[in-house]
C-alpha cells in the first residue's frame, strides 16, 4: 500500500497538473522558463559542489557531494521531453544521485527540439561518452542514469555502442523510459486516465517536434525496437500508473528473451518518474528506490 507521504504528493500533483507544462499546445518559451523556474524554487544543499566545463562540443556540469569517489562516475541523461531540461535544473537531482552512487555526477546540457531535432541529442551523448573515455575514465568505473526521454537516450547510446563494438559501461538505470515513439504499448491507453503527468496528445506533439517526418521506428528513435544483445545490466524504473509502463515491461522481457541482465521495479500506483520526485520531496518508496539505485551503482562498478 502506498504510504501517507507518496499518496499527499501524488494528490497535490494531480490537483496542479492542469495547470503545469505537461498540458499540450504550450509555446516551447513557456515550457522552458516554467520547469526552470519551479526547480530553481528547490534549495541545493551547501555541501554541493558544481563544476561547469565543456566536454568536446557539449557544455555539462559535474556535480560533486562529499560521499563522491572521485573515481567513480556516473553520467545522468536528464528528462524533459527532448525539449526542457537543462544541467541547472537537474542539479538537486544529480546531488542525490553523487550521494547515493558515491560518485562524481556529470550532466550533459544536450541540445534540445524543436531548434536541434533528433539526431543532435543522441549525438550529443554518444560524443560525451567519448570524451569521459578520452579524459581517463574507465568503462567499469562508470555507470549511466536518465529519466523519461533521458532514460530513453540512454538505452539509444547502449545500442549505438553495441552497434560500433565500443566499450559498454558497467550498468545503467532507466527510470520511466519512453522508449518508443510510435505509442504502440497497450498502457499508452490503458493507463489514459491513471497518468496525470503525461497524455497522448503531449507525447504527439513532442514527437512532432523532435521528428518531423523522421520516422519514430527508427532504432535510435525508439530504441525498444533495436537490437539489444550484449548490453550491460540494466535497472530499470516505472510507475504502474504512467502512460509509459508498458515500454519499460517490454524492454525486461525482450532483455531475458536475449540473455541479458535486468532488474524490472514497477511501483504499484506510482506516476512518471516518481523517484525523481523523490530527490526533491522525499517519501518512503522513492528513499528506498534511490538507496536500491545506489546499491546496483555501487555493487556494477570496479572499485
Not at 546531488?95 to 534540445?112: E, K, N, Q, S
Not at 516505472?238 to 540473455?259: K, N
Amino acid at each position: 500500500m502506498m504510504s501517507p507521504q507518496a499518496q499527499e504528493i501524488r494528490t497535490f500533483m494531480e490537483r496542479t497538473a492542469a495547470s503545469s507544462i505537461v498540458q499540450a499546445h504550450l509555446p516551447v518559451e513557456t515550457r522552458r522558463a516554467q520547469f526552470e523556474a519551479q526547480r530553481a524554487l528547490i534549495p541545493l544543499p551547501s555541501d554541493v559542489q558544481v563544476e561547469a566545463i565543456t566536454a568536446g562540443s557539449v557544455a555539462a556540469e559535474w556535480v560533486r557531494t562529499p560521499e563522491c569517489d572521485e573515481h567513480q562516475v556516473v553520467l545522468y541523461v536528464h528528462g524533459g521531453v527532448f525539449v526542457w531540461g537543462s544541467c541547472a535544473s537537474y542539479r538537486v537531482v544529480a546531488a542525490t544521485f553523487a550521494r547515493v552512487a558515491h560518485a562524481r555526477v556529470l550532466v550533459p546540457d544536450y541540445r534540445l527540439a524543436p531548434e536541434h531535432p533528433f539526431p543532435a541529442a543522441p549525438q550529443d551523448c554518444l560524443a560525451i561518452y567519448h570524451w569521459l573515455l578520452d579524459s581517463g575514465v574507465s568503462p567499469e568505473h562508470l555507470v549511466i542514469v536518465g529519466d523519461s526521454t533521458g532514460a530513453g537516450l540512454v538505452l539509444a547510446l547502449l545500442v549505438k555502442l553495441a552497434q560500433e563494438a565500443l566499450p559498454q559501461p558497467a550498468g545503467a538505470v532507466l527510470i520511466s523510459p519512453w522508449l518508443d515513439l510510435t505509442l504502440s504499448g497497450d498502457s499508452y491507453m490503458r493507463n489514459a486516465q491513471t497518468d496525470f503527468m503525461e497524455s497522448r496528445e503531449l507525447l504527439l506533439e513532442i514527437r512532432q517536434s523532435y521528428l518531423g517526418a523522421q520516422d519514430p521506428h527508427s532504432p535510435l528513435v525508439s530504441p525498444l525496437f533495436a537490437e539489444i544483445s550484449g548490453l550491460p545490466p540494466l535497472l530499470v524504473y516505472a510507475g504502474s500508473d504512467e502512460l509509459l509502463v508498458d515500454d519499460a515491461i517490454r524492454l525486461a522481457e525482450r532483455l531475458r528473451q536475449v540473455g541479458g541482465s535486468v532488474e524490472l521495479q514497477i511501483g504499484e500506483g506510482f506516476w512518471h518518474t516518481w523517484l525523481i520526485t523523490a530527490t526533491m520531496r522525499p517519501f518512503p518508496e522513492g528513499t528506498q528506490a534511490l538507496e536500491r539505485i545506489g546499491v546496483f551503482v555501487r555493487s556494477h562498478r570496479t572499485c
